[in-house]
């Protein structure tokens, strides 16, 4: 069958808020195969190495299929039914604010819509909150105040014509790798395009800075209040912008100068050099196409909002706003953080837009809803809410498609308060994760590629994700549970909808009330007010404000006319200023940092399917400074207990200059699912920003221990296996099984024979099994072959970390033949098992074949390296890493070194590397 003969479905990517476009068919053998939609204006086809593996994450396993009440299987009308008294009984004996919905920005506008509407609306208590308290609430804050609403001023195209871009808090290559390379084409066209990165880490997104600021964490206020004082000393306001459309610009410039005295003290605070430092103001106050693109390391923060506003500051200050180029860019998290922003998901949002405390958006969101039950005051904000949980006076409690005892911080007080809880409710498509373990009732939704609706990204475009395949057992979608929910509870007018799409173009007519003409509030749909199933079925890209329907991709920019939605129409300067971080604990003397990796997504329920974007990372890790891990003992491989004072993880310490002095870094992605003590939110605690609520998780005070152990052992199995018997484990999914890691206080050779108990192996041919060498260097290897297929294997020893494994995340893909068994019996690796450690996940190759490809094939450029390996040419995520392997090897080589290649001049990209 020809390409063009399949029937290709377009959608939208269920990861992050680049907000992709694909196009998915389904092929013979019942794969979805999925590629990037040209024509979508977010990615024009391209797609990173998540988005490219979404259709490995669409199987069956461990799905939640039924709906159960305390653990007993139920059927949806006797769940629901439940549900609904349970929460109409809590109100009734306690009040609407003794209920609460924790909602997630992975709900899609309709879902997120009904939830608002019932909990607000009906239920009459401003309590739903949504994990984008976690990740996008400080930009929210700095948005309404800056502009008076709460909108992204540009679009992507942005970055095409920009000549400074200005990435903070940001990890672009890793986190929204489209728009990375995006900017990487740009950045290798255009020699007018300076890139500034400012992490405290050196993360993959410097490899296309001009100027790396590796500023000391939470400095942020201080280092652009500093560019705010620059700008002023040195002339490069825009005064007429600054008088005409703007307010506050004094009180902001003298807290400005007062937290920025000079360019030294700057400087010192934030612990870069006065030179780099200059060069970053010069060039920011000499370009008038400069662009601020940021996200966590800004938002994620004690002093988030300040540091959001200390941003836009400077380009209020520099009339730098709705023009092509330029301007203050939030880039979301989520596929659909911004659509709950816009349905009102937040906690302190009425709805659409609309805020609380204001007479007549009250009385028309009333009329429109039929309601006399409007809630009259905001809700509790994330943190608080589960406070609340803990403390007893919320009672109910309904979580939808988050993961809170992993993602929220502090993870055991989250798990206190939820087995305090009376009624816990989880809609989750997965059975068993960190938090259905708490719930009380379980509900089966449907997940991406089951589900349909819309969702709105980064730059305000709005994209529907469409049902691509059959939802498994009773899943059922997100929307449809919530509205049989409330007509259980006597709300069934209100909740009454044919379709998703009735509830969209509801919506749509929302953000018209008092606004047909979009000048009350910017967000305003008039245009999809009148979408029958049709239209919204094949509803295109849309990006708001949407006056009519647009039939061809657009690019707009808000603010253009200089025009904002405050009081006065002007655009208001917030005065900020640093805030004192927490005074030092000598006990928890380091600084822990925390986020993403390239190619697992969250909590890992959908990314940990894929033994392809497993195989980047293995492990969980905290990433030390050389010169920490000397002081304090600790090698690289190391296996070290991280402790603050809400708790404790166990992870591998990863030696790296790329982190600075004093500071660590750990992934968020492993949790009891994955790993025996590897949540990063189990040490983070719950401070936050006190006009966000969006908790620090990017700062924790920490101290750093190594873990001596006994024995360690890497365990091959078709099947899942409980191991929390052991001190320490990690489990990797690969292609036909799973691959864990375990560190242990038994000896090796106890360590064998425990996990020779565990598998219980019967009626097959073992292969190897060492019982009898005591020695401390002595390897115990083992597999066990059943019906001609390696059913499992084991190597235990003293100290794997210098043993090269990587061989044997393939080994339960291949045919079992006598070149595998002999690997298996004497570590020999051989034939297919040598390629190594897999780089490029799109087209599955390893080191070793990369770096036999520069030694053996003379491949000296990254272009050659892709012709002979096919490394680098799916999505290109793993370029910069390929890059890294040859210039470390030729570095490292230098005799390989030809004339041509040293002309050529192999840059160095720093890439951390992680052995599996
Ligand atoms: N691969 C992958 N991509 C994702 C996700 C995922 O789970 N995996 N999640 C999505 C979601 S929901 C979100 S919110 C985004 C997050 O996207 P990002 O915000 O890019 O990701 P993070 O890794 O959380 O943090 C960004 C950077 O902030 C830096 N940082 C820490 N402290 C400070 C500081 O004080 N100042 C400054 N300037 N920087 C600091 C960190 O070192 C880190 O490199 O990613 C989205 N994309
Ligand atoms: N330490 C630390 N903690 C952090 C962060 C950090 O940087 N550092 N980042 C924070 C940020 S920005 C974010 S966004 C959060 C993310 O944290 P979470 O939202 O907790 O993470 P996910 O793994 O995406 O959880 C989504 C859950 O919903 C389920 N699900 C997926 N699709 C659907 C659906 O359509 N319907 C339903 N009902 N369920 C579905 C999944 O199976 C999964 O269990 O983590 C936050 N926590
Ligand atoms: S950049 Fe984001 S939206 Fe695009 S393919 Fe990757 S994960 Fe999906
Ligand atoms: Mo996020």
């Known amino acids: 069958m020809t390409e063009d003969k399949n029937l290709w479905t377009k959608s939208t990517c269920a990861y992050c808020g680049v907000g992709c476009g694909i196009e998915a068919s389904l092929d013979a053998k019942g794969e979805l195969n999925i590629r990037g939609d040209k024509s979508h204006p977010a990615n024009f086809g391209n797609l990173c190495s998540k988005g490219l593996a979404l259709g490995e994450t ?76 976690l990740c996008m609430s400080s930009s929210v804050v700095g948005y309404k105040r800056a502009f008076g609403t709460d909108t992204v001023p540009g679009c992507y195209e942005d970055l095409d014509t920009a000549e400074l871009v200005v990435i903070t808090g940001s990890n672009l290559a ?64 825009d005064q007429d912008y600054i008088q005409a459309h703007s307010e506050g610009f004094d009180t902001a410039l003298e807290a400005a100068q007062q937290s920025s005295q000079d360019l030294t003290q700057v400087a010192a605070t934030l612990n870069v050099s006065e030179q780099d430092l200059t060069t970053f103001y010069q060039h920011f106050a000499d370009t008038e196409k400069s662009l601020s693109i940021y996200s966590q390391g800004t938002n994620q923060s004690t002093q988030g909002s300040s540091k959001v506003n200390s941003i836009i500051n400077t380009h209020i200050a520099t009339g730098r706003i709705g023009k092509p180029g330029m301007g203050p860019f939030s880039i979301t998290g989520q596929p659909n953080a911004m659509g709950g922003r816009e349905v009102g998901g937040l906690a302190n949002m009425l709805a659409a837009h609309m805020e609380f405390g204001d007479p007549e ?59 305090k809880c009376p009624l816990v409710v989880v809609s989750d498509c997965m059975a068993e994760t960190a938090t259905t373990k708490y719930a009380d009732v379980l509900l089966p939704a449907q997940g991406w590629s089951e589900k349909s609706g819309t969702v709105t990204n980064s730059e305000r475009r709005i994209s529907r994700q469409r049902r691509l395949l059959p939802s498994p057992g009773a899943a059922k979608a997100d929307w449809w549970i919530i509205c049989e929910v409330a007509k259980r ?80 129409k002007k655009a208001q300067f917030i005065a900020v200023s640093p805030t004192a971080q927490k005074p030092k604990n000598a006990a928890y003397p380091l600084i822990l940092n925390s986020g993403r990796i390239r190619d697992h997504w969250h909590t890992m329920t959908r990314t940990g399917l894929s033994s392809r974007l497993g195989a980047h990372i293995a492990e969980p890790f905290v990433a030390i400074n050389p010169e920490d891990a000397k002081t304090l003992n600790i090698e690289n491989d190391s296996l070290v207990a991280i402790n603050s004072e809400q708790g404790a993880t166990l992870v591998r310490a990863k030696l790296t200059e790329r982190q600075s002095k004093g500071q660590m870094f750990s992934p968020i992605h492993w949790n009891k699912q994955t790993a025996k003590s590897a949540n990063v939110c189990n040490l983070v605690s719950d401070d936050n920003d006190p006009v966000s609520g969006q908790p620090g998780f990017k700062s924790t005070q920490v101290n750093v221990k190594k873990w001596h152990y006994h024995s360690e052992a890497m365990l091959l199995t078709r099947e899942s296996l409980d191991l929390e018997l052991f001190d320490y484990w990690v489990k990797q999914k690969v292609e036909q099984g799973y691959l864990y890691r375990i560190a242990d206080n038994r000896s090796p050779i106890e360590l064998a024979e425990t996990l020779q108990g565990l598998l219980n192996n019967k009626l097959g041919k073992t292969l190897q099994f060492s019982t009898t060498e005591q020695s401390l260097q002595a390897v115990h290897r083992y597999a066990f072959v059943k019906d001609s297929k390696l059913s499992n294997a084991y190597i235990t020893a003293a100290q794997l970390t210098t043993h090269s494994l990587e061989w044997l995340q393939s080994v339960l893909d291949l045919p079992l033949d006598s070149s595998i068994e002999l690997t298996l019996i004497s570590g020999i690796v051989q034939g297919k098992l040598a390629q190594g450690k897999i780089i490029c996940a799109c087209k599955q190759v390893g080191i070793n074949t990369i770096t036999e490809a520069i030694q053996d094939q003379g491949c000296q450029s990254l272009d050659s390296i892709k012709s002979c390996t096919s490394a680098g040419t799916g999505c290109g995520s793993c370029v910069p890493e390929v890059s890294n392997i040859l210039a470390d090897y030729l570095e490292n080589n230098p005799h390989l070194v030809t004339e041509a290649v040293t002309s050529n001049g192999v840059e160095k990209i720093t890439v951390e590397e992680f052995i599996v």
């Not at 439940?82 to 009040?95: D, L």
């Not at 309904?398 to 798990?415: C, D, G, Q």
């Open 58 to 133: 669409v199987s069956h396993d461990g799905r939640l299929l039924q709906p159960s009440i305390n653990g007993v299987e139920s059927d949806w009308p006797t769940a629901l039914q439940h549900v609904a008294e349970k929460f109409s009984q809590t109100i009734e004996e306690f009040g609407p604010d003794s209920v609460a919905f924790y909602v997630s920005g992975q709900l899609l506008t309709e879902d997120y819509y009904v939830a608002n509407k019932l909990m607000k609306g009906f239920i009459g208590s401003g309590n739903i909150d949504t994990n984008s308290r």
């Open 174 to 237: 890793w986190c929204h790798p489209v728009i990375f390379q995006r900017l990487k084409a740009e950045k290798e066209k255009r020699d007018n395009l300076f890139i500034v990165v400012i992490d405290p880490r050196e993360t993959d997104t410097c490899s296309i800075a001009d100027l790396h600021l590796a500023i000391q964490p939470e400095t942020d206020v201080t280092l652009f209040n500093g560019l705010l004082a620059y700008l002023a000393e040195h002339n490069k306001l």
């Open 361 to 419: 958006a009250h009385q028309m969101i009333s009329d429109f809803w039929q309601t006399e039950q409007l809630a009259t005051q905001q809700g509790l904000k994330a943190v608080d809410m589960f406070d609340a949980i803990n403390e007893g006076k919320i009672k109910a409690v309904w979580v939808m498609a988050t993961n809170p005892v992993v993602s929220l911080p502090n993870s055991n007080k989250i798990i206190a308060a939820l087995e």
């Open 489 to 568: 509870m006597g709300f069934a007018d209100a909740f009454t909808y044919l379709h998703e799409g009735e509830v969209f173009t509801e919506f749509a007519k929302m953000t018209t009330l008092g606004n047909e003409d979009g000048l009350k509030r910017d967000l305003n749909l008039i245009g999809l007010t009148q979408l029958d199933a049709k239209g919204y079925s094949q509803l295109t890209p849309q990006q708001w404000p949407v006056t009519t329907l647009q039939t061809e991709n657009i690019h707009q920019r808000m603010f253009t006319d200089k025009q904002f939605f405050t009081a006065s």
